[in-house]
């Protein structure tokens, strides 16, 4: 599979990480037996390293989308079409799974209809889309210092919720359902579209230390201040902008720069099997998001971590899992876009 000429290089490698650390994230979640994360150093260590997953989707979609030309019409049914319709199948077919696995009975019928969870994340990703346009318009008018000024806000937001000091339920109410999310990708925009003038080397430099030093002590401090490990943290968002960052000037770094050793580095991994990989995880992330949890649910008949060195095994086989299976899912005409590859 080659890498489409049009597309951002940088993009596609973050959304190829998000979608792993989100299987990391649910490996460490589903699979462990009789040990719990939230009272185990180790998990909690392993899933420091996973909380920037989700994030930086809702980074990438700000990234692409605020500050487009559209017209609504096109733009709500371009982005449901693509959300809500794989949603749908692979609701149904976790439905229909649990129905086989059960017995297809009206106790659990009802139960699934009214109380079965739809994907928080794609409930998210729909709140997002239906305020971009609102604030693609105010970004638009006010430029960079329009975009400042929602961060600015959303900092302040998340220093309260990070540290506690935020304890009305309302301010709590209106954040965790909606400035979140919307924020993040605001965040997104800006990391993409900010000129900060500072050379590539020295950017990449700086971020990829604070990278380091934000998720190292995140990784120390997590089991005594669990709220670090959490999406609206301070710690997170840091990592998720060093991360950002880091990715965006190395890029800029190899097209300005390509006869450094770090840039003919990087345009081989780009232009190797490893680049066909990372734009395939790119543009079946959503599908792996949604069909994952069936490879989970095999997995865990077979494979339940009993011990800590179990982890990565799991953890490769789910991730290998859930590449095949989109693999070749893509293959099929027509389904491939029912299920969500794009």
């Not at 890498?3 to 979608?19: P, T, V």
Request: charged content about 10%; some cysteine.
């Amino acid at each position: 599979m080659h890498l489409k000429d049009n597309r951002i290089f940088y993009l596609d490698e973050l959304r190829a990480l998000a979608i792993l650390l989100v299987l990391l994230a649910h490996t460490i979640q589903y699979f462990p037996v009789n040990m719990d994360y939230l009272t185990s150093p180790t998990l909690l260590s392993y899933l420091t390293v996973s909380r920037m997953g989700v994030p930086l989707f809702f980074m990438l979609s700000g990234a692409l989308l605020i500050g487009k030309e559209y017209s609504l019409s096109s733009f709500f049914k371009k982005r449901f079409k693509r959300v809500l319709i794989p949603a749908i199948f692979w609701y149904i077919i976790l439905f229909l799974t649990v129905a086989a696995a059960n017995g297809y009975n009206f106790n659990m019928i009802s139960y699934w209809i009214y109380q079965a969870p739809f994907p928080w994340f794609v409930c998210a990703i729909i709140g997002i889309y239906l305020v971009i346009p609102i604030f693609s318009s105010f970004i638009k008018e006010y430029g960079m210092k329009g975009a400042e000024y929602c961060l600015l806000i959303w900092f302040i937001i998340i220093i309260l919720t990070t540290f506690n000091l935020s304890e009305n339920y309302y301010v709590e109410l209106i954040f965790n359902n909606f400035g979140l999310y919307i924020g993040y990708a605001i965040l997104g925009y800006y990391l993409t579209n900010k000129d900060f003038n500072i050379y590539s080397l020295p950017m990449m430099i700086f971020n990829l230390i604070a990278f380091i030093v934000t998720l190292s002590i995140s990784i120390y401090y997590a089991f005594n201040y669990v709220n670090v490990v959490y999406i609206y943290s301070v710690s997170v968002i840091i990592q998720c902008i060093t991360l950002f960052l880091f990715l965006r000037y190395l890029s800029k770094y190899a097209l300005f720069k390509p006869k450094k050793v770090l840039s003919k580095v990087h345009e081989f991994i780009r232009k190797s099997w490893i680049g066909s990989l990372i734009y395939f995880l790119s543009i079946s992330s959503y599908t792996i998001y949604l069909m994952h949890i069936h490879i989970v649910n095999l997995l865990l008949q077979y494979y339940p971590i009993t011990t800590f060195d179990l982890i990565p095994a799991v953890y490769l086989l789910l991730v290998l899992g859930s590449i095949i299976v989109a693999f070749i899912l893509s293959k099929i005409p027509i389904l491939n876009r029912i299920v969500g590859v794009y």
